[in-house]
Protein backbone atom coordinates (compact mmCIF):
# COMPACT_ATOMS: atom_id res chain seq x y z
CA UNK A 1 0.00 0.00 0.00
CA UNK A 2 1.16 3.39 -0.58
CA UNK A 3 0.04 6.72 0.75
CA UNK A 4 0.01 9.92 -0.88
CA UNK A 5 -0.33 13.21 1.09
CA UNK A 6 -1.53 16.69 -0.83
CA UNK A 7 -1.20 19.84 1.27
CA UNK A 8 -4.21 20.91 -0.45
CA UNK A 9 -5.03 23.29 -3.17
CA UNK A 10 -7.35 23.44 -6.09
CA UNK A 11 -7.23 23.43 -9.82
CA UNK A 12 -4.05 25.03 -11.45
CA UNK A 13 -2.48 24.58 -8.20
CA UNK A 14 -2.73 20.61 -8.11
CA UNK A 15 -1.65 19.92 -11.78
CA UNK A 16 2.06 18.83 -10.63
CA UNK A 17 0.70 16.75 -7.62
CA UNK A 18 -1.83 14.86 -9.51
CA UNK A 19 0.51 14.24 -12.51
CA UNK A 20 3.39 12.83 -9.88
CA UNK A 21 -0.10 10.57 -8.17
CA UNK A 22 -1.06 9.26 -11.74
CA UNK A 23 2.36 8.04 -12.47
CA UNK A 24 2.97 6.26 -8.79
CA UNK A 25 -0.23 4.73 -8.25
CA UNK A 26 -1.47 1.18 -9.72
CA UNK A 27 -4.25 2.06 -12.10
CA UNK A 28 -6.11 -1.20 -11.32
CA UNK A 29 -7.09 -0.11 -7.56
CA UNK A 30 -9.26 2.24 -6.15
CA UNK A 31 -8.15 5.59 -4.02
CA UNK A 32 -9.54 6.16 -1.03
CA UNK A 33 -10.19 9.71 -0.05
CA UNK A 34 -10.91 10.59 3.63
CA UNK A 35 -11.13 14.58 3.98
CA UNK A 36 -9.70 14.95 7.57
CA UNK A 37 -9.69 18.87 7.60
CA UNK A 38 -13.91 19.21 6.86
CA UNK A 39 -16.57 18.48 9.70
CA UNK A 40 -18.23 15.71 8.75
CA UNK A 41 -21.56 17.65 7.23
CA UNK A 42 -19.06 18.27 4.90
CA UNK A 43 -18.25 15.11 3.52
CA UNK A 44 -20.44 14.47 0.39
CA UNK A 45 -19.53 18.51 -0.97
CA UNK A 46 -15.09 16.85 -0.38
CA UNK A 47 -16.05 13.82 -2.40
CA UNK A 48 -17.79 15.53 -5.18
CA UNK A 49 -15.04 17.93 -5.12
CA UNK A 50 -11.86 15.18 -4.94
CA UNK A 51 -13.61 13.54 -7.46
CA UNK A 52 -13.67 16.53 -9.96
CA UNK A 53 -10.31 17.65 -8.89
CA UNK A 54 -8.76 14.08 -9.78
CA UNK A 55 -10.89 13.65 -13.44
CA UNK A 56 -7.53 13.39 -14.97
CA UNK A 57 -6.13 10.93 -12.76
CA UNK A 58 -6.59 7.53 -14.21
CA UNK A 59 -8.27 5.17 -11.44
CA UNK A 60 -11.57 3.06 -11.58
CA UNK A 61 -13.03 4.36 -8.43
CA UNK A 62 -12.65 7.07 -5.28
CA UNK A 63 -13.97 5.28 -2.48
CA UNK A 64 -14.53 7.78 0.46
CA UNK A 65 -14.13 7.45 4.17
CA UNK A 66 -17.21 7.72 6.54
CA UNK A 67 -17.33 7.68 9.76
CA UNK A 68 -21.26 6.88 11.54
CA UNK A 69 -22.43 9.04 14.43
Known amino acids: MRI ?8 QQTVDANKK ?3 VIDH ?7 P ?3 P ?4 PSCYEWIKDEL ?9 QYRTEK
Open 4 to 11: FLCGGGCG
Open 21 to 23: LNK
Open 28 to 34: NKPILYI
Open 36 to 38: LAM
Open 40 to 43: SERY
Open 55 to 63: KGVDVPNIG
